[in-house]
T-cell receptor, first 113, second 112 residues
Framework: DVKVTQSSRYLVKRTGEKVFLECVQDMDHENMFWYRQDPGLGLRLIYFSYDVKMKEKGDIPEGYSVSREKKERFSLILESASTNQTSMYLCASRSSGDIDTQYFGPGTRLTVL | GQSLEQPSEVTAVEGAIVQINCTYQ??????LSWYQQHDGGAPTFLSY????GLEETGRFSSFLSRSDSYGYLLLQELQMKDSASYFC?????????????FGTGTRLLVSP
């Protein structure tokens, strides 16, 4: 079974803090993704990585950055957290040979006060 | 770009059959995927249709009509545990790297 894990299920931070969200997958997948999920807005893509050290902006990258130094790990960084970044953050991975099947982590519910 | 439309909510009773529709607009189409997400849980892959017709997997079936840009997820013999959100998804069909674009999801409420 593919397993995607995220470092925290719940996180509370203060405005202006730097926040790190970590994601690890154990299936040697090339592609990894970060989404945020908000009620009524579905899953919105923040950033993705198609291979180690490679990253691309998604639909809503403003206020975020990412890092992929190792194949199994993809980190999302909020440089200076703001209240409008309060959300559920979901990490996903997939094999480059099976584009339509993404495996999601359990999510991190981030609250910025 | 890609856009998908789904109903926001569907309700049904245990043992019934329910259909969740998805219409899409894409600049290049490869196939339609479905994902299930329980409250507080991770989305999980359910099915993928690349060709027209019905694909059956147990109580769940997925249908695609490419000419109508339309698909649906059919859930039979509904159980309480089927209460969840269901998302359809298509590839962002440009050249090069292809991302998935998700609909906003349909919340299914199954009552006794």
């Amino acid at each position: 079974d593919v397993k995607v894990t995220q470092s925290s299920r719940y996180l509370v931070k203060r405005t202006g803090e730097k926040v790190f969200l970590e994601c690890v997958q154990d299936m040697d997948h090339e592609n990894m993704f970060w989404y945020r999920q908000d009620p009524g807005l579905g899953l919105r893509l923040i950033y993705f990585s198609y291979d180690v050290k490679m990253k691309e902006k998604g639909d809503i990258p403003e206020g975020y950055s990412v890092s992929r130094e190792k194949k199994e790990r993809f980190s999302l960084i909020l440089e200076s957290a703001s209240t409008n970044q309060t959300s559920m953050y979901l990490c996903a991975s997939r094999s480059s040979g099976d584009i339509d099947t993404q495996y999601f982590g359990p999510g991190t519910r981030l609250t910025v006060l | 770009g890609q856009s998908l439309e789904q109903p926001s909510e569907v309700t049904a009773v245990e043992g019934a059959i329910v259909q969740i529709n998805c219409t899409y607009q894409t600049s290049g189409f490869y196939g339609l995927s479905w994902y299930q997400q329980h409250d507080g849980g991770a989305p999980t892959f359910l099915s993928y249709n690349a060709l027209d017709g019905l694909e059956e997997t147990g109580r769940f079936s997925s249908f695609l009509s490419r000419s109508d840009s339309y698909g649906y997820l059919l859930l039979q013999e509904l159980q309480m545990k089927d209460s969840a959100s269901y998302f359809c998804a298509v590839r962002d069909g440009g050249t090069g790297f292809q991302k998935l674009v998700f609909g906003t999801g349909t919340r299914l409420l199954v009552s006794p």
